[in-house]
């Protein structure tokens, strides 16, 4: 291979095409979109020519340091402490695994750094991960900066459209745009998780172009449950640039000789079809994540905090799992309160045993006498805690993040183990192998209610900067998920940060499902759906029906609403149930069995988002194995009511509607509970009628295609 012939990667549907700039020391992106898109000149190709910059400040470069790019920035700043900063690098090396896999060596012999982007590109679906690895090959340790784990360069024509999920504590996953003509955009997270107020996840399409239909779009995300960034360059020459990566610890981490630091993997999505498209992309990939755990049923759970909160005792929680079996629930969750010194949020965490005063017939005879119910057992579980005055702080005060001689915060009334120190992660392992191999526990909730504030570690004597104590926590964690899949794998883990603070594909791929936010209102969450099912796959989204009345937008929905919105996702419980009249558990018995029949499709299908929770109708369509047509496929469409009624009966309405979108034109559909069969073209074009009142706010429809030839369409 020449110096400038083009390496490709290949994706299911799409290319990426790297090169070297001619007589420069850097890569640059040729090609990025379906496939064929590298026969012909690169989108980003650029002049050359530079007035007051750099010709590396004008690349469309995929990697480039500090040094040779001075001005727009770079996305490896690395230094010999007490030396000016800066890597001046030469190609050392390429090798390929076909167009599956591609690593490409730079060397910088003064400093001692040698540098290596890594391509991969993931079967079945259309992303491309890409990571660096920096590894100090001189005498003395480095100063790293800045190591972004890659840069992704975006054709537009004069302004790019950015989409990206923001909020806050209880209104996660807010889908927000704005247009980035000139200037830098920037998304971050300083709290050692990925946060409540950004995700690491980001989508780009050229503002030239509708949002939606066929329109080239692109997205990133960081595969990192620690703090990050991603900033966004509109640079000069009319291409946005975006790099993603690490946020480190005090501003800096230390390399030492010999050492090799490996960012997070960054992965790389395009789709031809809109935001709506790439939330396909996404899907696919975490079905991927997934494995084979894909494939287990992810059950109807019944949570009891809403309900009880602290007040935990036996008597109570298995009168709630008489109710929860009754609804055709699969999973009953003890939440926070069940062990010992757990009466409210001051104290108890870090003493994982059950209380006896709460379970006096002995927890084991509690969880036999919940399985008799025909009910699987579930328990919350916060490993990273401890209270203050717990054994394992008073014991090993030494655990916990804080600096000597200074002010310790508390947040909920606790502290934040530091999980990077091998006996921490011990201690948190031999604690879950006690708990999950004492009792028959298939479910742990693991939450995580604060983040780090004083991250100091006491009695370590290196300067912070070689401490990395967020990469340090960050293996901590996964290395105790990891030992869960391992030595538990029948058990099912559920990720929460006080709601949505911790998402990312790293700990879901070590997950089952995620606690998407706190927020159980019924309008509230469909908003937070909406945002989430743009970036994570239905199977992942643990939502529950619950009698919260809404904190930004509390007006009351039926309990048709609330169970609609919850399916979804991954369908729970949390009311109150004991305070529901028969009537009502009659009619959650009965949306519960509904979505037992169709939570495959929900899981596995493809999925279509039918306008926003700002219009007044809108909908999640999800095709049956993907294919949208064929005779037997189904189709689930979940809708509901957000806006104003027609006003109905009392002057002329006519019904609201939803234009679903991939089905066949040329074939018919039945709606399996109202019998109408319609024609694809209808349904595509009219779109699917729906008869709003103010008792009924929330609709299930499922169709299956007809084979030719089956009843005809009828007039809705």
């Not at 590298?38 to 010709?55: A, K, L, N, Y």
């Not at 055709?328 to 926070?336: K, N, P, R, T």
């Not at 105790?480 to 709601?499: F, I, K, N, S």
């Not at 743009?534 to 809404?550: I, L």
Request: charged share 20%.
């Amino acid at each position: 291979m020449t110096p400038h012939e083009p390496w490709l990667l290949r994706t299911e549907h799409t290319v990426y095409a790297v090169t070297l700039a001619p007589g420069e020391g850097w890569a640059e992106l040729a090609a990025w979109g379906p496939h064929g898109a590298e026969r012909g000149p690169s989108p980003v190709d650029w002049s050359r020519r530079t007035h007051f910059i750099t010709p590396a400040d004008a690349a469309p470069a995929e990697y480039i340091p500090y040094g040779p790019r001075p001005f727009t920035g770079a996305d490896l700043v690395a230094q010999r402490p007490g030396e000016e900063r800066g890597v001046w690098w030469r190609f050392t090396g390429a090798s390929a695994d076909g167009d599956r896999a591609l690593r490409l060596v730079f060397t910088d012999d003064t400093l001692g750094l040698t540098t290596t982007l890594c391509y991969e590109s993931v079967p079945g679906t259309d992303v491309i991960l890409r990571w660096t690895e920096l590894t100090c090959t001189g005498d003395a340790e480095l100063r790293l900066e800045r190591f972004d784990s890659a840069a992704v360069n975006i054709p537009v024509t004069d302004t790019a459209r950015l989409t990206y999920l923001c909020g806050q504590w209880s209104q996660e996953f807010r889908r927000t745009q704005l247009e980035l003509t000139r200037g830098r955009f920037e998304l971050a997270s300083a709290q050692a998780v990925p946060g409540h107020a950004y995700a690491p996840w980001l989508a780009v399409q050229d503002a030239a172009h509708p949002t939606e239909g066929a329109t080239p779009t692109y997205g990133i995300a960081l595969e990192w449950p620690g703090s990050w960034r991603i900033t966004a360059d509109a640079e000069p020459g009319g291409a946005l640039r975006v790099r993603a990566g690490r946020l480190p610890h005090e501003s800096a981490v230390r390399l030492a000789p010999g050492a090799t630091l490996t960012t997070p993997r960054l992965a790389c999505a395009f789709s031809p079809d809109g935001l709506e498209g790439l939330a396909r992309v996404w899907h696919r990939y975490e079905r991927h994540l997934s494995g084979e755990r894909l494939h287990r049923p992810r059950q109807v759970l019944y949570n009891s905090w809403e309900a009880t909160g602290f007040d935990v005792e036996a008597t109570g929680q298995l009168e709630l799992a008489r109710l929860a079996a009754g609804l055709g629930a699969e999973l009953f969750v003890v939440d926070d309160g069940w062990f010992t010194g757990r009466d409210d949020d001051t104290g108890g965490l870090g003493d994982w045993y059950p209380d006896p005063a709460k379970f006096p017939a002995g927890f084991d005879r509690f969880i036999a006498q919940v399985r008799e119910l025909g009910l699987d057992f579930g328990l919350w579980v916060e490993p990273e805690a401890v209270s203050p005055g717990s054994a394992p702080h008073t014991e090993h005060p030494e655990w916990v993040y804080r600096v000597d001689g200074r002010p310790v915060t508390l947040v909920r009334n606790q502290l934040l183990l530091d999980l990077g120190r091998t006996d921490v992660q011990d201690f948190v392992i031999g604690t879950l192998d006690r708990l999950l191999g004492t009792y028959a526990i298939s479910y742990l909730k693991w939450d995580m209610n604060r983040p780090p504030t004083e991250r100091g570690r006491p009695g370590d004597p290196r300067p912070v900067e070689s401490q990395d104590l967020d990469a340090a926590h960050v293996t901590g964690y996964l290395r105790v998920l990891d030992h869960l899949r391992t030595a538990h794998p029948h058990v099912t883990v559920e990720g929460c940060a006080g709601g949505g603070g911790r998402i990312d594909h790293a700990t879901l791929a070590r997950t089952d499902v995620l606690w998407p936010s706190d927020n159980t209102a019924p309008l509230d969450r469909l908003t937070t759906q909406y945002g989430y099912l743009h970036a994570h796959a239905p199977h992942t989204m643990s939502s529950w029906v619950t009698d919260a009345p809404g904190i930004f937008d509390p007006r009351p929905r039926s309990l048709a609403f609330r169970f609609v919105s919850a399916m979804s996702g991954v369908l729970g419980i949390g009311a109150d149930i004991r305070k529901w009249t028969d009537a009502q558990r009659a009619e959650a018995a009965r949306w519960v069995a509904r979505y037992k029949e169709i939570r495959d499709i929900v899981h596995h299908g493809e999925i279509r988002l039918l306008n926003s929770p700002a219009e007044p109708t809108c909908g999640v369509q999800y095709d049956e194995d993907g294919r949208g047509s064929g005779a037997g496929a189904r189709t689930v469409v979940t809708a509901w009511n957000t806006g104003p009624l027609d006003g109905a009966p009392l002057v002329p309405g006519r019904p609201a509607r939803l234009r679903l979108r991939g089905l066949d034109a040329a074939a018919d559909y039945l709606d399996e509970a109202s019998g109408t069969a319609y024609g694809g073209g209808y349904l595509l074009h009219t779109g699917l009628p729906f008869h709003w009142t103010a008792d009924h706010d929330a609709e299930l429809v499922v169709l299956t295609e007809l084979a030719p030839g089956g009843p005809a369409a009828a007039t809705p």
